[in-house]
Structure formats: C-alpha cells, structure tokens
C-alpha cells in the first residue's frame, strides 16, 4: 500500500518558519521525482518546488518564483521522507500543501492528503 503522509503543518506569524515532512512508503522512492504542491483558499494547486530523483539527474531541484530564495526541498532517501523547509513566511502562502511522488520511468504517481498551513498575525 503506498501513502504519502505529510506532517509539520500548522498555524505561523508572518515572518516566521515551518518545516514540513512527508513520509512516503509503499514505493522504490529512489526513483520517484518528488515535489510539494499547494492549494490556497479558492486557487487551483500549484507548483512549489520539485526534487529529482538521485537516479535521474541527481537531486536536481526547480521551485515556483513565490518560493525561490524563501523554501527550500529535500530528502532523505535512506529515511523515505521529503522535506519543505519554508521561511519568511507570508499571509499569501497560506494554503494545503501537499506532497507529490511522480516517476515517469514507470508511470505512477502520488498524492498524500495534505497539510494545512495558516500564516497569519
């Protein structure tokens, strides 16, 4: 059985600093691209920042113009886990997050169920 289960979600100051986990299982996450995606209220989800795979092209990381210089993606493969590092948050990043598992290799992808961040004063 496969699930993605994130974590670390929760209520911040603007200006403040949350960590999120996912913990996946169920997959050969070496080669699963991985990524965070958001939906705010009212918005369609969105792109935050994505992760190859070490296989592939080594860990290579993209991230949406909102999070670049701000978040910051990992993971430990040895722990099956991505991480969302996210910092100087804004009211504007207050949104679902959720953590995505995508191989194009063999044609799959997953979704975990998300995590609400609230970033308010």
């Known amino acids: 059985q496969v699930q993605l289960v994130e974590s670390g979600g929760g209520w911040v100051q603007p200006g403040g600093s949350l960590r999120l986990s996912c913990e996946v299982s169920?997959?050969?996450?070496?080669?699963?691209?991985v990524g965070w995606y958001r939906q705010g209220p009212g918005n369609q989800r969105e792109l935050v920042a994505v992760?190859?795979?070490?296989?592939?092209?080594?860990?290579?990381?993209s991230y949406a113009d909102f999070a670049r210089g701000r978040f910051t993606i990992s993971r430990d493969n040895a722990k099956k886990i991505v991480y969302l590092q996210m910092d100087s948050l804004k009211p504007d990043d207050t949104a679902v997050y959720f953590c995505n598992a995508k191989s194009t290799q063999i044609g799959k992808e997953y979704w975990g169920q998300g995590t609400q961040v609230t970033v308010s004063s």
């Open positions: 992760m190859t795979s070490s296989v592939t092209r080594s860990g290579t990381t």
């Open positions: 169920g997959i050969a996450f070496r080669i699963y691209n």
